[in-house]
């Protein structure tokens, strides 16, 4: 059985700039949920994705956008970067209604210069 | 809104002592809760999950409880060894939402 798997790991970003990040569901797994960690702090939802739709969203701007496909992995794109961008990305799989709780990944690590 | 918080935010202890980590929530209504750990600039690694109707759970050394009532839980750890140092996060999913709140975590460094 493979665990959530991210890629890339570390991203070096020009403010104004696009990024796309990448996840890989663990196997089994139908529903995918991205988090963003700023440092010190605890992760924020930022959306889930189930059946490839978005299935509940946090506080953020829509210039934060995602995808999920037929087999189960997903993307989180970001436009028009801002410094406060800058953050540990988490995504997070699960079965949906999270009966067995959720598992992460490694994170990607965004910095916005 | 549900809101997570931690206590304390950091904790250094001598190898060998049994601790506690303490996790508050203010809405009861929630589905499970999730113990976290954290190393340095890593993922979340799934530690305990604890489902509403549940009061405790275990594995090896770590026990979590949960009082949804007073809104509450505690991972215990006993025997704490150098590797257990890291950051320990609880999080907690709303019934009917489809997010994780989580606290902001208690720093724990464990001295040889």
């Known amino acids: 059985e493979t665990g959530v798997t991210q890629s890339p790991t570390h991203l070096i970003k020009t403010r104004g700039q696009q990024v796309t990040l990448r996840c890989s569901s663990q196997s089994g797994h139908n529903t995918v949920s991205w988090y963003q960690q700023a440092l010190g702090q605890g992760p924020q939802f930022i959306f889930q994705?189930?059946?490839?739709?978005?299935?509940g969203r946090g506080n953020f701007p829509p210039r934060f956008s995602g995808l999920q496909f037929p087999n189960y992995s997903s993307e989180l794109n970001v436009n028009a970067l801002e410094l406060d961008d800058s953050a540990l990305y988490l995504c997070?799989?699960?079965?949906?209604?999270?009966?067995?709780?959720?598992?992460f990944g490694s994170g990607t690590r965004l910095t916005v210069v | 809104k549900q809101e997570v918080t931690q206590i304390p935010a950091a904790l250094s202890v001598p190898e060998g002592e049994n601790l506690v980590l303490n996790c508050s929530f203010t809405?009861?209504?929630?589905?499970?809760l999730q113990w976290f750990r954290q190393d340095p600039g890593k993922g979340l690694t799934s530690l305990l999950l604890i489902q509403s109707s549940q009061r405790e759970q275990t594995s090896g050394r770590l026990n979590a409880s949960l009082d949804k009532s007073s809104g509450r839980s505690t991972l215990y750890i006993a025997a704490s060894q150098p590797g257990d140092s890291a950051t320990y996060l609880c999080a907690v999913l709303i019934q009917g939402a489809q997010k994780l709140v989580f606290g902001q975590g208690t720093r724990l460094t464990i001295n040889p």
């Open positions: 809405d009861s209504a929630i589905y499970n």
């Open positions: 994705y189930y059946r490839e739709e978005e299935n």
């Open positions: 997070a799989s699960s079965l949906v209604g999270a009966t067995y709780g959720y598992t």
